[in-house]
């Protein structure tokens, strides 16, 4: 089974930039679309945005476009999620999956945005 290892997480002020990666043990080009999902303390992990494989079109819930851009290589098995603007309503923790998601969670990596 593919294990999925999130990392670039950190503490940054208000209008910072992080970037995000999600290290696949495994394969996961042949996965049709990949995620970034967030979760804060006492909610529903929600879904970020987006990439599908072979065309690499994107989509993003509407609170991030425009700030953040994600991206994929197949061949290295990494995802990314470039983070700017960030604003203190982004502090969650990161997790990757399939989209929708059908892979084990990740330990996720926080990202918290100071005001």
């Known amino acids: 089974q593919v294990q999925l290892v999130e990392s670039g997480g950190g503490l940054v002020q208000r209008g910072g930039s992080l970037r995000l990666s999600c290290a696949a043990s495994g394969s996961f080009g042949n996965i049709d679309a990949m995620a970034w999902y967030r979760q804060t303390p006492g909610n529903q992990r929600e879904w970020v945005a987006a990439?599908?494989?072979?065309?690499?079109?994107?989509h993003y819930v509407d609170s991030v476009k425009g700030r953040f851009t994600i991206s994929r290589d197949n061949a290295k098995n990494t995802m990314y999620l470039q983070m700017n603007s960030l604003t203190p309503e982004d502090t969650a923790v990161y997790y990757c999956?399939?989209?929708?998601?059908?892979?084990?969670w990740g330990q996720g990596t926080q990202v918290t945005v100071s005001a």
């Open positions: 990439i599908t494989r072979r065309i690499g079109i994107t």
């Open positions: 999956n399939s989209a929708p998601p059908d892979m084990g």
